[in-house]
């Protein structure tokens, strides 16, 4: 929602130990998001097929259709009986100040969800999601060997230094941002060439300066971005990232081509209001792929996008 005051006006001094307050809204939103689900869409939308896993309320079926219907396999999605799914309220006044509540409802059923019975996959996707699903799962897929992605992200804040390093330990791939890498240092204790060690591949997105890439055998990378036409709103950037990132790996390509897919999937977001608003014609993606990395980055692309 948009209030197009400030924040401050209606709060007195001295009073905010009994804060009461009430805001008139002028726009309001509501936008489909979630993780899992924009890395799953944005993977659909790319011609794969990724098996989303969470947790919902019974409040999601028209969300579940929607993703259904942009080719997101929705089988293991668990309905909570008892909880809404998880949202997030957020009202921004007129200097972009924000009051945000977050509730976690049918998410925190998340750990409750077993992978194996899902079937083999090639790689796994820890997200941000509860934090006992997300040492679940990683601890799942340490025991049957199978790949998996850590992308703790916005959880890194409220987990502990042990939790951290279970979290990242083994990982084929560990996707932050360049902040979220300094908190990966603090938690763990570990150096970068000891975090290296650990993970299969570091993936760190640092804004508008691009993408790096660092693996413990010595190879380094940098991918820029592909300019906005407009900057529209940046909320999903980095799940798009991940999600053409990944979609790109799937089709066997190497780890720049893949970042560069990352990359354009993620500047269509940024200029669209909405994580999973985005559309596009395969020429078109193309031809803005080709011109930000050239016309063999396309070429190499195009035999994989759907029709």
């Known amino acids: 929602m948009s209030f197009s005051g400030r924040f401050s006006e209606q709060i007195l001094p001295g009073q905010t ?32 097929r990724p098996l989303l896993v969470g947790s919902v309320g019974r409040d999601a079926a028209d969300y579940l259709g929607w993703l259904g ?16 799914t998880a949202r997030f309220t ?30 083999a996959v ?17 601890a799942e897929c340490l025991a049957r060997g199978t790949a998996f992605a850590a992308d703790v992200s916005q959880q890194l804040a409220f987990l502990g230094g042990e939790e951290v390093r279970r979290l990242v330990e083994g990982a084929a791939y560990l996707f932050t941002n360049e902040y979220e890498a300094g908190l990966v240092r603090d938690k763990t204790g570990w150096t970068e060439e000891q975090v290296l060690e650990r993970v ?41 990232f991940r999600a053409g990132f990944l979609a790109a790996t799937a089709w066997g390509l190497a780890l720049e081509p893949a970042a560069q897919v990352g990359a354009l999937l993620a500047t269509y977001v940024v200029e669209t209001v909405g994580p999973q608003q985005y559309a596009f014609t395969p020429q078109e993606f193309l031809g ?16 994989h996008l759907p029709a």
């Open 17 to 48: 130990a009994s804060l009461s307050l009430s805001f008139l809204a002028d726009d309001l939103q509501v936008r489909r998001g979630g993780t899992g689900a924009n890395i799953a869409f944005g993977m659909a939308v790319l011609g794969a």
């Open 69 to 84: 219907d942009h080719g997101v396999d929705t089988g293991g999605v668990r309905t909570s009986e008892a909880l809404a």
């Open 288 to 303: 803005r792929l080709g011109g930000a990395y050239g016309e063999a980055a396309a070429e190499g692309v195009r035999p």
């Open 200 to 240: 299969g591949t570091r993936v760190t997105t640092h804004g508008a300066e691009g993408i790096s890439i660092r693996r413990k055998d010595g190879l380094e990378l940098r991918v820029p971005v592909v300019p906005a036409r407009e900057v529209a709103e940046p909320t999903g950037v980095g799940d798009a």
């Open 122 to 138: 090639d790689l796994v996707v820890v997200a941000p999601n509860d934090p006992g699903a997300m040492l679940r799962h990683t």
């Open 90 to 119: 957020c009202t921004t006044d007129r200097d972009q100040n924000q009051i945000g509540t977050f509730y976690p409802g049918a998410m925190a059923e998340a750990s409750s969800i077993e992978l194996a019975p899902l079937g």
